[in-house]
Structures are given as structure tokens and as C-alpha cells.
């Protein structure tokens, strides 16, 4: 029985990752406190502008939001101690991320009019009080600390009427925000400039909230203290990369000359679904074009075969490009400089975060007690399984069985292809636990995944265990394929059914772009075997590389009871330029194969009639030899001689004697008249001419005899017209 599997979108079926919103970055809502006091220097606050712009131009989620306020002291009745340079908004357009850019140009250096003492009790607040307005996203809370660490509220009256107790109770203030921090779960990143006094940059960073991303250990807030330009970028960005459980690449630095063009490089690893790449060119004359790792030019605003691009910042000193569904590979960032600009340094790099899902299936989702099974985890981006072993060493799998009736049990998984693992080094990470005796009904499997740069992400797996009316056994059977997209895939059924005819019915889970197929066939009692196809992919996509899914056969009551996971790769289409050019060349090779076949058999035929080996002998009537002609070299398939008395002399008019080989050994001769001699000649058999001579030949062509011997006496002439045995290759000269 055949029966066709087709994918169409569906709702979201439990387990399906269709419209799964695991599979988006998390957003984040962002403060940056940036301080404004005499106690920096104006290069200090130009940094502090610069880590500002940073911040919101690299922002990976639409969602996300970002605030940005300055603060000093109040140290007089018309001074505030914090000012909110760019109020609370969203990333999710470029002329978002644009304004929040040149918002920061506001940020200055505090007048002694204006309060220009420290006062982070102030900052701190007025961060919480943002982190506290209403979010229906539940964006990850983070606050960012620019400052040289020391307080100072001496002048201010906010902090109590007594000066010399006034630092004291704005440390005091500063501790128990920092406690309301930690309950609310906002993290706080000091940043720290020139001689910052790093204890209290310390305090700020283990005061907040410490476990935004588990137990990775990069991502706990830490005090950092910058001295240069260049150590603001990086130390930001990592810290911002770190803060919203994401990672960074390795920064490329490079100079620019004036009217020039450099090249600088960024590597985006194949478990980012999100990137930013941020491009520090301080000039903001400066252009900027992305190319991606095939060397092709991506848009800056739109989309490219699965890719979305966003620019921001092309006007200013710091410019991104936000990617979602980024190639992976190594990208190239061509900056170009205007005819008259200064030579400077420029670099880039890129903050990526992995928003991937786990994939859970079972060898046997419907186990009874005491039964093993086979627990299977592999990881997928959007789009596509990710199998690269390099990728996946840094992430941890691990799944977990429980249930009613017993406790739960860890289940080890491991990618070494040693059973139960399938392939090693495929990206299907297995392990094998026995279902308890005591098992009761409900059973419940929960794969996790987790590691630097990706989001953990735990999928569960619901199962029960089967009652004694259950008459249905399934094996699914799933072959490996490599098809281009919208391509078949092949499949099988074995089906023993202990009762009466049942309705069985296919899905696919966890499959690319959320689409899923069905279609039913009805089985009937004892042994059967059914095949179905499956259409992979979207015809006409340029998609690349492993696909997800996970082939579900569902009894009549709707319970999994086979599975397996979906092992196809899809090739890239090949483009028409390619197949033309294909399809060119094999016809060049089919014509290049014809001609030589008939410059070969044209040579072979020459050389079969060439007859310059053949050696002509005459013998008188007393059996002497009188005369003897060697054929020319390379003149044609034919030569003519005439006797003159008892002398062979070779003609040049056509006249006389004509000999030309014939089949095998034989040598046809003409005599003048046109008339050939008969028998033919062949080596050791001389024919009779007129007056009593004979003609013989003799052929040193491999398998010829040997000369002609004269019956008695010696020679009494000999002419000669050959020079050399022919050479293959010869007629081409």
C-alpha cells in the first residue's frame, strides 16, 4: 500500500514547535546609567556616549527596549540628580535604534551648576523605577553602570541634613535597591573609567541578580574598568553579549587609510539564528557594505532567501547590521573612506545569540513496564538540524524520565555511536533507560539542552503506557536522503495488528518553518507492510543543509505509538547558469569524444593502408633476384614503379605497376593496363609477370615474413626510396 504524506501548516500540536515562541530571541529591557560628573574628565563622557550608542545599536530583539539617563547630583533646589536623556522605548525599527543613537548626544559633563557630584543612590532608583512599569513581554532586566565608582553626595541635600553622614546614607540607599534588584531579578553591569575604584564597582555588580543564564559562569554580573577607547567597545559589548545570555566573536581590528578601503572579518558560528555586527568607524563619512560568507553583498534593510537585515547607525560613528537567520561562516565588513579623510582605526565585531529548541523522540513512545527505551535529543535552529560535532561540543544534553509510580531517573545521552546511539558525531544525542516495574500509567520524558551563546531550552515529551486491550504494534521505518527542497522521502510501516482492522495516522512534529503533513491508512488484522512519501521542504527555497522533524504514527485514539526522527539533508537548488554550464560542458565532452573516435578510426584506416614496410623484390627467370624497391614513407596508400629490363624504378606520374596493401597481408598489384595481378601478392609468394619474372614482397609490418630469399646468386641491383620506419603520430606533423 502507498499512500502520500504531504506538508501543510497546522495548528500547534503538542510537542510541535509551530509558531513556538522558544525559537525567538528573548527581549530585554535595557537601562543605562551614565554618569555625568566633574569627576570624569570630557574624554570619559565621550566614551560614556560611545558605550550608550553601542548598546542600542546592537540590541538583537525587535521587542527589546532601551533607556538611557545621565545623572550627577542635586546639590541646590533647581538641580536633578538624574536626567532621562532617551526615554523608554522599543528597538524594533531602524529609526528606532537610529534615535536612541543620537539621543546619547545629549550626554555631557555636569557643570557645578548643574550638580556634577556622583550620586548613585539617585541612578539606581531611578533604573528600578523603569525596570518596575508594566511589561507584558517579560523581558530579561538589565542595568548598566558607567561611572568611575565613587560616591559622592556631600553637597546633597536629598541624603539628610548632616553633610559628614550624607555618603553614608546614600550607601545605605544604594544597598537596599541593589536587594530590590535581585528580587525583581535585574541584573546591574558596572562599567568603570580611568582610576574607577573597582571595590565599589564590585559591590554594584554582586548586589543585583547573578543567575541570568543557569550556571554559565560568563554570564554573572562583574565590575570591569576601562582605559582606552577601544577597551570600552569590547569590554560593553561583551558584557551586553554576557547580560542577555548571548556571546561574541572574536574583534577585528584594522586602519583605514583616507580615500581607502580595508577589509575586516567576523565569524558567525551555525547555532546563531540572531546576530549583530557592529561596526566602529568614528568617521561617520565612512561607508560601510556587508558581504556574507559566499562573497555576496547583503541588503541592509529587507530580506535575502531565509535572512531579514536591519542597519542602523550609518550616519554616526558606530553602525550595525542586525541579522535574523544569519549564514553562518565567515563574514567580510568592507569599509571605504572618503578622498580627504584621515587614516584611523576602525573594527568590528559581532554579538550572536543561539534561540534554538531541542528535539525529543523515542524508540518506543508507548513502553510498558520494565521495557527499555531509547530516549533521542538532537538540536535545530529556525530551520535546520544542526549536526556539526565543532558546534555542539561547548552544549550540554541530558534528558530525564518521570512519571507516576516512581521517581524520576536522569537518562545519559551521548553522540559516540555506541548503541543505543545510532551514528557518531551526528548531532542525535541518545541514551537508554528501563520504564520502572512500578510504573503506573502517565510517563514523562524532558530533553534539555544548554550552553554559551543558546538559549537553554528543555522539551517535554508526554507518553502512557499502554493498557492490555492495546492490539497495535508499529516499527517505523526512516531511511537517510539528501533531496533538494521539496524533494521525496521514502519510508515504511510494519504493522502487526492482533485485532480487528484500525485507522492509523502519520504527523510530523518539530519540522521546519512549523508546516506538518498528514494522511491515514486503515490496517487490517495480522501482518502488514505500507509505504509513504514524504515531501521535504519547500520547492523553490534555497534552504541548505540537515532538516528537523519528528514522524509520528498515531493509534485510533490519537497516542504515538512509533516515531522516529526525520534524517533528511537538503542540497541548495542548483542554479540554471550552473546547469547550463553542466549541461555545456557534457556536450563538449560528447563531441570532443566523437571526434577523436574519428580521427582515431581515420588513422587506423591510413595506417592500414600505408604501405611503407612493404618491400618489393624481383627475380629473373633463373630464380636471381635482380632488383629490389622499398615503398616511400608517408606519400599515400599507394606507389607506382615500372620493370625497366630487369630493374624496379619507382614513378612519380602515376604510371606503371600501382600497389597498395589489401586485407591482411595480402598486397594488391595493378600492371599498367589497370588490371590486377592474380593471386594477390603476399610475403613468400612471388606471382609470375610477363617474361618470366617474378614479383615478390616482403613486409617488416609486425606478422609479415621474412625477405625474400633468392634461389641462387647474389643481387645485381638495388634501389632504395625509404629513409625511416614511420613513427605514430607522424600523419599530424
Not at 555542539?392 to 512519571?403: I, N, T, V, W
Request: glycine share 10%; aromatic share 4%.
Amino acid at each position: 500500500m502507498m499512500f502520500v504524506l504531504t506538508l501543510l501548516p497546522i495548528a500547534l500540536l503538542p510537542g510541535s514547535a509551530a509558531a513556538d515562541p522558544d525559537s525567538e530571541v528573548r527581549p530585554v529591557r535595557v537601562v543605562v546609567l551614565v554618569d555625568e560628573s566633574g569627576s570624569l574628565t570630557d574624554q570619559d563622557v565621550l566614551r560614556e556616549r560611545a558605550a550608550a550608542r553601542l548598546i542600542a545599536l546592537s540590541e538583537l530583539s525587535p521587542l527589546s527596549q532601551v533607556a538611557v539617563v545621565g545623572f550627577g547630583s542635586s546639590n541646590g533646589p533647581d538641580q536633578a540628580p538624574v536626567d532621562l536623556v532617551c526615554p523608554l522605548a522599543e528597538v524594533a525599527t531602524a529609526q528606532d535604534r537610529e534615535s536612541l543613537g543620537r539621543c546619547v548626544d545629549k550626554l555631557h559633563r555636569r557643570t557645578e551648576q548643574e550638580g556634577n557630584d556622583t550620586d548613585h543612590a539617585a541612578a539606581l532608583d531611578q533604573a528600578m523605577a523603569i525596570m518596575n512599569q508594566p511589561d507584558d513581554r517579560q523581558r530579561t532586566k538589565i542595568t548598566f553602570l558607567l561611572t568611575d565608582g565613587r560616591l559622592d553626595v556631600a553637597e546633597s541635600v536629598r541624603h539628610g541634613p548632616d553633610p559628614q553622614a550624607r555618603d553614608r546614607n546614600a550607601q545605605r540607599e544604594i544597598e537596599a535597591t541593589l536587594k530590590e534588584a535581585q528580587t525583581a531579578r535585574v541584573q546591574v553591569w558596572p562599567l568603570g573609567f580611568g582610576q574607577a575604584d573597582k571595590s565599589a564597582l564590585d559591590g554594584f555588580a554582586t548586589g543585583g541578580w547573578r543567575q541570568p543564564c543557569g550556571e554559565q559562569e560568563s554570564a554573572r554580573p562583574k565590575a570591569r574598568v576601562v582605559r582606552t577607547s577601544a577597551d570600552v567597545e569590547r569590554s560593553l559589548l561583551e558584557a551586553f553579549a554576557y547580560a542577555r545570555c548571548a556571546e561574541i566573536s572574536k574583534q577585528d581590528n584594522g586602519w583605514l587609510p583616507g580615500g581607502g578601503t580595508t577589509d575586516l572579518h567576523v565569524d558567525i558560528p551555525i547555532v546563531a539564528t540572531d546576530g549583530s555586527i557592529v561596526v566602529v568607524k568614528r568617521d561617520k563619512r565612512v561607508q560601510v557594505a556587508y558581504l556574507d560568507p559566499n562573497g555576496e553583498p547583503v541588503p541592509k534593510q529587507g530580506e535575502r532567501d531565509e535572512s531579514i537585515f536591519q542597519a542602523a547607525g550609518e550616519s554616526g560613528p558606530v553602525e550595525s547590521l542586525r541579522i535574523r537567520n544569519p549564514v553562518p561562516g565567515r563574514w567580510t565588513v568592507r569599509l571605504t573612506s572618503p578622498a580627504g579623510a584621515r587614516r584611523q582605526e576602525v573594527s568590528t565585531t559581532v554579538v550572536w545569540h543561539g534561540a534554538l529548541r531541542a528535539s525529543i523522540g523515542l524508540s518506543n513512545p508507548s513502553p510498558r513496564p520494565g521495557e527499555r527505551v531509547t530516549v533521542r535529543v538532537r538540536l535545530q535552529t529556525r530551520s535546520a538540524v544542526i549536526t556539526d560535532p565543532a558546534a555542539l561540543k561547548p552544549l550540554r544534553f541530558s534528558a530525564e524520565m518521570s512519571g507516576d509510580g516512581f521517581s524520576p531517573a536522569p537518562v545519559e545521552l551521548a553522540d559516540g555511536g555506541t548503541p543505543p546511539d545510532r551514528t557518531a558525531q551526528d548531532g542525535e544525542y541518545s541514551g537508554e533507560v528501563v520504564v520502572p516495574a512500578s510504573a503506573t500509567g502517565r510517563l514523562s520524558f524532558l530533553g534539555r539542552v544548554s550552553g554559551p551563546g543558546v538559549k537553554s531550552d528543555e522539551r517535554p515529551y508526554g507518553a502512557v503506557i499502554p493498557g492490555p486491550a492495546d492490539t497495535l504494534l508499529v516499527k517505523l521505518v526512516l531511511g537517510e536522503a539528501t533531496v533538494e527542497p521539496g524533494g521525496e522521502v521514502s519510508g515504511s510501516l510494519q504493522v502487526t495488528n492482533k485485532g480487528a482492522p484500525a485507522r492509523l495516522t502519520l504527523r510530523l512534529l518539530d519540522a521546519p518553518e512549523a508546516t506538518i503533513g498528514q494522511a491515514g491508512l486503515t490496517v487490517p488484522a495480522g501482518e502488514s507492510k505500507h509505504t509513504f512519501t514524504l515531501n521535504a521542504g519547500r520547492p523553490g527555497t534555497s534552504a541548505d543543509g540537515p532538516i528537523g522533524g519528528l514522524v509520528q504514527v498515531l493509534d485510533p485514539s490519537g497516542r504515538p505509538i512509533a516515531e522516529d526522527f526525520l534524517r533528511v539533508t537538503l542540497r541548495r537548488p542548483m542554479p540554471l547558469w550552473q546547469r547550463l554550464l553542466i549541461a555545456a560542458a557534457i556536450l563538449l565532452a560528447v563531441v570532443a569524444a566523437i571526434l577523436a573516435l574519428l580521427w582515431y578510426r581515420r588513422r587506423a584506416a591510413r595506417v592500414a593502408a600505408d604501405p611503407s614496410e612493404l618491400t618489393l623484390h624481383l627475380y629473373g627467370p633463373d630464380g636471381v633476384r635482380r632488383s629490389q624497391l622499398r615503398a616511400p614513407v608517408d606519400e599515400g596508400p599507394e606507389f607506382t614503379f615500372v620493370i625497366s629490363g630487369d630493374h624496379l624504378t619507382r614513378t612519380y606520374d602515376g604510371r606503371g605497376y600501382a600497389v597498395r596493401r589489401g586485407g591482411g597481408q595480402s598486397v594488391l598489384v595493378t600492371d599498367p593496363g589497370g588490371r590486377p595481378l592474380d593471386p594477390p601478392l603476399r610475403p613468400g609468394h612471388p606471382v609470375e609477370l610477363p617474361g618470366g619474372l617474378r614479383l615478390g614482397v616482403d613486409d617488416a609490418r609486425g606478422g609479415g615474413a621474412a625477405a625474400e630469399r633468392p634461389a641462387y646468386g647474389t643481387n645485381h641491383t638495388t634501389e632504395t626510396t625509404s629513409r625511416r620506419r614511420p613513427m605514430p603520430g607522424d600523419d599530424l606533423l
